[in-house]
């Protein structure tokens, strides 16, 4: 691959960080705003985004964004991610709309797209339950058809944005007798509809993203089903695929180790040669991540496929870099990162350590991650 942007990619990465610096709301970098501020702000965001057709910018232009290549999307995450620009991180966009687009009916896109590609609906995703976590094929959650509706029942967890997503895309099991990939089903559901229970899971760094969310007796008209009943499965698997260069998590540990290298420059010029070390290690760690990131972006503009190998490498490294660096920063730091006062030039870290933690979990688990790069990826046997 060419590790070099050409001409048109360059305009674009400088046209995305024109539009960072200058047509923002006022007050978007401000983390420190209420719930309801923060995510007024991310509204806004997203309304200025789609009025370039930005928001859901690989779809086609019919429905609603620009039709844009595997790299011009990695440029814009990237630019998106390392300033930490809100309302960027859109679960409709990335699986939602491109399985609506394969599998659902006309009416569904027309119904469902627009609305996603212009910022009105925000979704959540409703797969993983406290069983069915690494084996997602085993939920339990039932769909059971009655009449002209699906009565659901069950519990989903680890829901993100589920506290104030509008809709919600629902993997559940609509035949219990068959094999466990085989009975599942996808669904469309408003997430206001009754029957609904949303419950807040405060994670180790005391925020409030994901959340458990009950079923009981939820009423789901069967026209909200996408796809074939009973084939849920490929839904699930082929919406996974859409979103698989890890440039995100790239760009954030960048931007960490830029901040954290600044820091020290000013603040502390004199340190242990051997964090020094560290932060070379951590330095050539990001740099490595940013190249398979692209390497993946610019395969899959090739072939119209993202290589299932390398992006699991680059979710399992990029997940274990980013606990790495948070460490790392904590060592900088001393006592005065463990202390964490609001505020302080550690906190950022100590609140990235906490919440690094989950990186080698959400999405599924590094050992999950090494099992598919060994038998998939390499192939080698499962035992």
Same mark, same amino acid.
């Given at each position: 691959?060419?590790?070099?942007?050409?001409?048109?990619?360059?305009?674009?990465?400088?046209?995305?960080?024109?539009? !960072?610096?200058?047509?923002?709301?006022?007050?978007?970098?401000?983390?420190?705003?209420?719930?309801?501020?923060?995510?007024?702000?991310?509204?806004?965001?997203?309304?200025?985004?789609?009025?370039?057709?930005?928001?859901?910018?690989?779809? /086609?232009?019919?429905?609603?964004?620009?039709?844009?290549?595997?790299?011009?999307?990695?440029?814009?995450?990237?630019?998106?991610? =390392?300033?930490?620009?809100?309302?960027?991180?859109?679960? +409709?966009?990335?699986?939602? +709309?491109?399985?609506?687009?394969?599998?659902?009916?006309?009416?569904?896109?027309?119904?469902?797209?627009?609305?996603?590609?212009?910022?009105?609906?925000?979704?959540?995703?409703?797969?993983?339950? /406290?069983?069915?976590?690494?084996?997602?094929?085993?939920?339990?959650?039932?769909?059971?058809?009655?009449?002209?509706? =699906?009565? !659901?029942?069950?519990?989903?967890?680890?829901?993100?944005?589920? &506290? =104030?997503?509008?809709?919600?895309?629902?993997?559940?099991?609509?035949?219990?007798?068959?094999?466990?990939?085989?009975?599942?089903?996808?669904?469309? !559901?408003?997430?206001?509809?009754?029957?609904?229970?949303?419950? /807040?899971?405060?994670?180790?760094?005391?925020? &409030?993203?994901?959340?458990?969310?009950?079923?009981?007796?939820?009423?789901?008209?069967?026209?909200?089903?996408? +796809?074939?009943?009973?084939?849920?499965?490929?839904?699930?698997?082929?919406?996974?695929?859409?979103?698989?260069?890890?440039? +995100?998590?790239?760009?954030?540990?960048?931007? &960490?180790?830029?901040?954290?290298?600044?820091?020290?420059?000013?603040?502390? /010029?004199?340190?242990?040669?051997?964090?020094?070390?560290?932060?070379?290690?951590?330095?050539?760690?990001?740099?490595?991540?940013?190249?398979?990131?692209? =390497?993946?972006?610019?395969?899959?503009?090739?072939?119209?496929?993202?290589?299932?190998?390398?992006?699991?490498?680059?979710?399992?490294?990029?997940?274990?870099?980013?606990?790495?660096?948070?460490?790392?920063?904590?060592?900088?730091?001393?006592?005065?990162?463990?202390?964490?006062?609001?505020?302080?030039?550690?906190?950022?870290?100590?609140?990235?350590?906490?919440?690094?933690?989950?990186?080698?979990?959400?999405?599924?688990?590094?050992?999950?991650?090494?099992?598919?790069?060994?038998?998939?990826?390499?192939?080698?046997?499962?035992?």
């Amino acid at each position: 691959m060419n590790f070099h942007l050409n001409p048109e990619q360059a305009a674009f990465q400088a046209e995305v960080i024109d539009f !960072i610096e200058h047509s923002l709301p006022a007050g978007w970098n401000d983390e420190h705003g209420t719930f309801a501020e923060r995510l007024a702000v991310e509204r806004e965001v997203m309304t200025r985004l789609a009025a370039r057709h930005w928001l859901a910018l690989p779809w /086609p232009k019919e429905y609603g964004g620009l039709g844009a290549s595997p790299m011009q999307q990695l440029i814009f995450n990237e630019q998106m991610a =390392y300033h930490r620009v809100p309302g960027t991180v859109n679960m +409709g966009v990335a699986w939602v +709309g491109p399985v609506v687009m394969l599998y659902g009916r006309d009416d569904q896109k027309q119904q469902y797209l627009s609305r996603i590609a212009d910022g009105t609906d925000l979704w959540c995703t409703l797969y993983s339950e /406290p069983g069915a976590g690494s084996d997602l094929a085993a939920m339990q959650t039932r769909a059971v058809r009655d009449g002209d509706d =699906y009565i !659901i029942n069950g519990q989903k967890i680890w829901t993100s944005f589920g &506290h =104030y997503a509008d809709w919600g895309w629902l993997a559940a099991r609509t035949d219990p007798d068959v094999p466990k990939h085989k009975g599942i089903s996808t669904f469309a !559901i408003k997430m206001d509809t009754p029957g609904i229970t949303v419950r /807040p899971l405060i994670n180790m760094a005391g925020s &409030h993203e994901f959340n458990e969310i009950f079923f009981e007796d939820v009423r789901v008209p069967a026209a909200n089903l996408v +796809g074939e009943e009973n084939r849920g499965w490929y839904n699930v698997a082929v919406g996974l695929d859409f979103e698989r260069s890890s440039i +995100g998590a790239t760009s954030g540990s960048r931007r &960490h180790v830029d901040e954290l290298v600044a820091y020290l420059r000013t603040q502390k /010029p004199r340190i242990d040669p051997a964090i020094k070390h560290r932060l070379v290690d951590e330095a050539i760690g990001v740099a490595l991540l940013r190249n398979m990131a692209y =390497y993946i972006a610019s395969q899959q503009e090739k072939t119209g496929i993202a290589p299932t190998r390398e992006s699991q490498m680059a979710k399992l490294f990029g997940a274990e870099l980013q606990q790495r660096i948070a460490a790392t920063a904590l060592q900088v730091f001393g006592m005065e990162g463990q202390a964490a006062r609001p505020g302080s030039a550690s906190s950022d870290y100590q609140y990235s350590l906490l919440r690094s933690v989950a990186n080698t979990i959400e999405g599924g688990t590094s050992e999950i991650q090494r099992a598919v790069i060994a038998t998939r990826g390499l192939g080698l046997p499962r035992e």
